[in-house]
């Protein structure tokens, strides 16, 4: 099957999904008329086959990760989705058949999230698909969650569970890896996570309510709380039993893998740094929003990496971070 | 010569560009708190190397190139720039040598247009390196410049002069073209446009002030002045004797080549749709501000593509508008 030219694709596929302020994407570019009271977060993310996804994966779910590792970012600062800006460059293997999934995954998205299309731009290469996009919320004046306001004494929760999304990669790429030891439907929920995040989108009113930092987990959990004491100038403590393990992971919680559940990537949970004062509403908050959330240990002063505990004594860990390489 | 790792080459490289409200990139996302009375104009163009930029160009040109075919977008649209964000997929060849001239082409650009940046994303790719700019401007509020509102009746002005990009790609790609007969200087003119569009930002003002519809020509002339009038609903002529272009390439103007140069590529000039009263005023606000415009026709009721006339009858053109290939 074949693909049609550029301009036929914009009209076909992605002119459906423009909203407000778009003009059909007939027009150069998009306005945007800022609500009086509201400041604007803007954040952006690239997915490219092989690194991000899988060339077979399937193309719906390709655009809604493009579009979810955003809304995720979003959350974590408090904001809510307005729009987004798509740039595609395609690989010689996109046809029309696969455009038309992409575009209906998109579309699904923007109902389930309340996000409309801005605008793009689609080129075609002959190296890998790498599909960019650049989204935009808003949260009231001044009330943008930030990374770097964390304060020593908070306690650092995490919303939903984690791994999930790193044993489905091992699935989808390595023959070898211990999660093959999981049942048919427990392998398929991972696989299925790492294809398509579950950004915690409904969290974000908690976030913006409770947080004195937060940050989307993309990178490994203990890499992250690296980066987000790192930022505010403190460190930190994590319980290793205290962390919300995907369900079927946590049989592994004491081989030699239950290290990589905490540090791969992809994730796609926030991280919160919440005083102890407000532990109790922000809990309550995330049970309202069907999105449980963790406490999973506290932040102290001081520099240096946060010491992951199990069993009472401090993990010696390989890798802090996830790094997305070709697989 | 290899490669940082992508947290060494944000800190590294791109760390240092960033503007107010991008926290030093150290945040997940960038904070706009919207100006009262402006209105936001917003853009997104990606180039790939083999397609918009060769491999072997200069990495401070292709960062400027992938800026700038947005600051022609905002231009075209009446908007003053305003931030931008940048995500890159780099290849296998990008070396730190490489990203450091890139970041220098953006922070030249960044003061010569007085736009910052807020935040991106950087990723690795096996395939051919993406820049995927996402750029924001500003108008007063309800003044954004459309593409579609032009009348019939209108003049069709055209800024600066065409031909030189395409050009320039010839003489870089085909061994066999006849710019080759151009003396070194005028080749070496008509290379460093194709690599390095000089947006008619300094004209915003004007196409705002005076323009009834207005696009930035990137695609050919011709073919993009098909798009105007078809977004309006009309159609036009276009005079090709008046039709300005680059220097040294006049001497083209009765050869075969001469279709090319109107319907080639990577001009990024501004086609601007001007009511009659509003000529003079246009073309005094063009010289003031040091680009000037030509009156290269005229719009009409009706449908379908533009008439080019030359030597008193229409020119059979096949391409009309230029589709950006893998070179």
């Known amino acids: 099957m074949s693909r049609s030219d550029e301009l036929t694709v914009i009209e076909r596929y992605f002119r ?25 977060v803007i954040t952006s993310d690239m997915v490219a086959s092989g690194v991000h996804f899988l060339p077979d994966d399937p193309p719906d ?19 809510d989705p307005f729009g987004y800006s798509l740039n595609i460059a395609l690989g010689p293997d996109v046809t029309d058949e696969w455009l038309a999934a992409f575009a209906d995954g998109l579309a699904g998205d923007q109902k389930l999230y309340g996000i409309r299309l801005l605008g ?10 790498v599909v960019s996009v650049t989204a935009i919320g808003t949260v009231p004046s001044g009330r943008m969650v930030h990374r770097f306001r ?31 030891g999981l049942d048919a439907e427990k392998a398929q929920n991972c696989m299925m996570r790492y294809r398509l995040p579950q950004p915690a989108v409904a969290l974000t009113h908690a976030i913006r309510d409770y947080a004195n930092a937060a940050m989307d ?19 930190g403590t994590i319980i290793f039993d205290d962390i919300p393990l995907s369900e079927g992971l946590k049989e592994f919680a004491d081989g030699p893998v239950a290290q990589r559940l905490i540090t791969g990537g992809d994730d796609y949970e926030i991280l919160a740094s919440i005083s102890p004062g407000n532990a109790e ?17 506290w932040l102290a002063e001081g520099k240096g990496p946060v010491q992951v505990i199990k069993d009472g004594r401090e993990l010696a860990l390989g890798d802090r971070a996830y790094v997305h390489r070709e697989q």
């Open 16 to 40: 459906p999904l423009a909203g407000e302020g778009a003009f059909d994407l007939s027009d150069d570019a998009a306005r945007i008329v800022p609500e009086a009271g509201l400041d604007q």
């Open 61 to 79: 779910t390709i655009a809604r990760k493009a579009l979810r590792v955003n809304l995720s970012d979003l959350a974590s600062k408090g904001a």
């Open 120 to 129: 793009g731009d689609t080129i075609s290469t002959t190296g890998a698909t």
């Open 150 to 180: 964390a304060v020593a004494g908070d306690y650092l929760y995490v919303s939903g569970a984690i791994g999930a999304a790193f044993a489905g990669l091992e699935l989808l790429v390595d023959p070898e890896s211990p999660f093959h």
């Open 217 to 235: 987990v993309s990178d490994g959990l203990v890499g992250d709380a690296d980066k987000l004491t790192a930022a505010s100038g403190c460190t």
């Open 281 to 297: 509403a922000f809990e309550k908050a995330g049970l309202s929003a069907g999105i449980p959330v963790s406490r999973i240990g």
